[in-house]
């Protein structure tokens, strides 16, 4: 168990559709990270925020958008589903520049 | 664009083999590279490596970076069954982390 706490777990919704997928940092971390993974595109680092601010992006998509709150959580909207969507979708929290460690992932399926 | 590139793809071996996991890379502003183990869920981390020549050892496993060359390899040694996963080679530069496409190792009894 990394510490690292997503929810929910697996997620079944249609296309058009939106959803919020959480994420509880590490007790202490101030970096949140998000990536998608899927079986043709591997790990892919989406958006990072650190102690609130937003700090890297990757290829998030603009249907995609991310926030971290005042007390660190952190949480990934993704709005106008589309099939292509369905993928495991990782929170990683680190310090700073640290080793990141990786939650259980939500899984998406859109249909 | 920053590219990691790990080979084999797969491998299958008995236990008790070692093997040996390859990982290449080109980043700009390298800082660090960073190896994970992925079973049915989370990657969960290994090692993270950020200077030439010194090897990170856990167990049976080990890793060493060769920032000349730009590559890192991952050791394990008398491999047993729980040993099957993927593992992941990242390295971090302008983008927190760009990962390879993993390695797949099945350790047979």
């Known amino acids: 168990d990394s510490g690292v706490t997503q929810t929910p777990k697996h997620l079944i919704t249609a296309t058009g559709q939106r959803v919020t997928l959480r994420c509880s940092p590490r007790?202490?971390?101030?970096?949140v990270y998000w990536y998608q993974q899927s079986l043709d595109q591997g790990l892919q680092f989406l958006i990072q925020?650190?102690?609130?601010?937003?700090?890297a992006k990757g290829n998030i998509l603009e249907r995609f958008s991310a926030q971290q709150f005042p007390d660190l959580h952190s949480e990934l909207n993704l709005s106008s589903l589309e099939l292509g969507d369905s993928a495991l979708y990782f929170c990683a929290s680190s310090v700073d520049r640290d080793p990141q460690y990786f939650g259980p992932g939500t899984r998406l399926l859109v249909l | 664009e920053d590219k990691v590139v790990q080979s084999p793809l797969s491998l299958v071996v008995h236990e008790g083999d070692t093997v040996t996991l390859n990982c290449s890379y080109e980043v700009t502003n390298f800082r660090s590279l960073l190896w994970y183990k992925q079973e049915k869920k989370a990657p969960t981390f290994l090692f993270m490596l950020?200077?030439?020549?010194i090897e990170k050892k856990s167990g049976r496993l080990s890793s060493i970076l060769d920032k000349k060359e730009l590559f890192s390899i991952l050791n394990i040694t008398a491999t047993q069954t729980g040993d099957s996963a993927i593992y992941l080679c990242?390295?971090?530069?302008?983008?927190?982390?760009?990962f390879g496409k993993g390695t797949r190792l099945s350790v047979i009894a």
């Open positions: 990242a390295v971090e530069g302008n983008t927190p982390l760009v």
């Open positions: 007790s202490g971390d101030l970096s």
């Open positions: 925020y650190y102690n609130g601010e937003e700090r």
């Open positions: 950020t200077s030439s020549g």
